[in-house]
């Protein structure tokens, strides 16, 4: 899909959540060419004559106010641009798999001791990624959040969870990281990053009298899978259950990799609602065995997230975040093989 598309697309399901706030049980987003902007539009005429106590016609039409008059037209006015801008279907951002998990927690099946979780710290001393406004590189903001969820997941009974650290020049260390996690028979790989901005968007400013750069044009996490991983679809569910679990606790995703002004960081939005971008060629995901998400934590080229992610509420709820993913993913997640018999190994066996 062309870029402008794109990002009309996010826009308009933003503009939709804004226009129609209706809590996220009911929300059915599923935007498809004119129906569907119509049911929306009905359900907010539902959910006003409800308000309304019922009563349709003249005495409810006279109860909506001016602002609820100006959301209906807003939403008709967009109704009808789906008659003349070709509009590409949003996905469904829930499927039934995490609603289910979400809403009606089945009694756990996971066993946590089990369960290996591997935390790949992204970088290495020597190639440390990105440096931070105040120039602290981003190796060290990794490292730091990586072992503090190792602390947290370990407490939570998750006792096989793997830091893994490597060393190196940046590009044979992503072979390595890759290499080491598929030899630890892991359920699942999340490799810990914390995002910047492309040189062009950077500003200047002197921090301790040092030249420094930042961007505060952008903040918020962000979460990909490559869909070349052979575990895509564990890999898309994780990412997903992580993404809500992260927007729940009040966390916003980067939208700006949608935008063309990212250039070769422009990535596709599989999930508008919890932030999960398409990034195919990570080395880190594409290359291991397991289902993987790479997770951008925080932007810290952005001058007032840098100073959230050294806060000790932000690792809180990023840390409750990922545990509380961690747990629905592990309840979600087949018994061995060994423990399994007749179609549904040889199902298992086909990922
Ligand atoms: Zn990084």
Redesign the pocket.
């Known amino acids: 899909m062309p870029p402008y598309a794109e990002s009309f697309r996010e826009a308009l399901a933003e503009h939709m959540r804004e226009v129609l706030p209706i809590k996220r049980p009911s929300i059915n987003l599923h935007i498809a060419r004119n129906s569907a902007q119509v049911s929306i539009i009905s359900t907010a005429m539902k959910t006003k004559f409800h308000r309304a106590r019922g009563k349709l016609g003249p005495l409810a039409a006279r109860r909506l106010s001016l602002r609820d008059r100006h959301r209906m037209l807003t939403a008709s006015i967009v109704a009808l641009s789906s008659l003349i801008v070709p509009l590409a279907v949003v996905e469904p951002a829930w499927p039934k798999e995490i609603e289910q998990a979400r809403s009606q927690p089945k009694p756990s099946t996971c066993d946590r001791s089990q369960f290996r979780l591997v935390l790949d710290v ?2 290495t001393v020597d190639a440390p ?2 440096i931070s406004a105040r120039n602290v590189p ?1 190796y060290d903001f ?1 490292l730091r959040l990586a072992k503090y969820l190792e602390q947290s997941l370990i407490e939570d009974g998750f006792k096989k969870t793997v830091l893994l650290v490597t060393g190196g020049r940046a590009r044979p260390s992503l072979f390595a990281r890759a290499a080491k996690a598929n030899g630890l028979s892991a359920n699942l790989l999340v490799s810990i ?4 901005v492309p040189d062009s968007l950077m500003e200047s400013w002197e921090f301790e009298g040092k030249q420094s750069h930042f961007s505060d044009r952008f903040r918020g996490y962000s979460i990909f899978v490559s869909y070349e991983n052979p575990h895509l679809d564990r890999s898309l569910l994780f990412g997903r259950l992580l993404g809500n679990e992260l927007k729940d606790r009040g966390l916003q995703y980067a939208r700006q990799y949608t935008q063309p002004i990212m250039g070769r960081y422009q990535r596709k939005l599989i999930d508008p609602d919890a932030g999960v971008y398409r990034f195919d060629e990570l080395i880190v995901l594409k290359g291991t065995q397991m289902p993987a998400v790479l997770f ?1 934590a925080g932007s810290i080229i952005n001058r007032e997230e840098e100073l959230d992610m050294n806060s000790a509420e932000r690792l809180d709820l990023t840390s409750a975040s990922l545990r509380a993913a961690v747990k629905m993913f592990c309840n979600l997640t087949p018994p061995p093989l060994r423990a399994r018999t007749g179609n549904s190994a040889t199902r298992s066996s086909a990922h």
């Open positions: 992204g970088h990624g990105a981003e990794n990053h914390h995002d910047s951008e």
